[in-house]
Nanobody, 120 residues
Framework: VQLQASGGGLVQAGGSLRLSCVASGQTSSTYTLGWFRQAPGKEREFVAAVSWTGVSTFYGDSVKGRFTISINSAKKTVTLQMNSLKPEDTAVYYC??????????????WGQGTLVTVSS
């Protein structure tokens, strides 16, 4: 599975950005697609995930109520709408398929990352 993320950039605090990720290759309807992020000097953090059907969504506590994840299964595209951005949201955002982070162990499929910078 290959994952291509796009949409990162620089935005002021309070602003919005939309990240997109297109999956290609041998995908599966059992996959959970999602996003993690990693800020400089910090551990990789779970942001949000969505089931392939779009029925189930999951969010990290720090983004609940501000970020919305959605999926277009036919286009194999997952989107992360980020509103009310804060400087602490600044990080490299990684698109994943069945991504899991357990301490130093990282499993699943991962995209190349896209940088989001939120200025104060």
């Amino acid at each position: 599975v290959q994952l291509q993320a796009s949409g990162g950039g620089l935005v002021q605090a309070g602003g919005s950005l939309r990240l997109s990720c297109v999956a290609s290759g041998q995908t599966s309807s059992t996959y959970t697609l999602g996003w993690f992020r990693q800020a400089p000097g910090k551990e990789r953090e779970f942001v949000a995930a969505v089931s392939w059907t779009g029925v189930s969504t999951f969010y990290g506590d720090s983004v609940k109520g501000r970020f919305t994840i959605s999926i277009n299964s036919a286009k194999k595209t997952v989107t992360l709408q980020m509103n009310s951005l804060k400087p602490e949201d600044t990080a490299v955002y990684y698109c994943t398929a069945d991504g899991v982070v357990t301490g130093p162990e990282i499993r699943g499929y991962w995209g190349q990352g896209t940088l989001v910078t939120v200025s104060s």
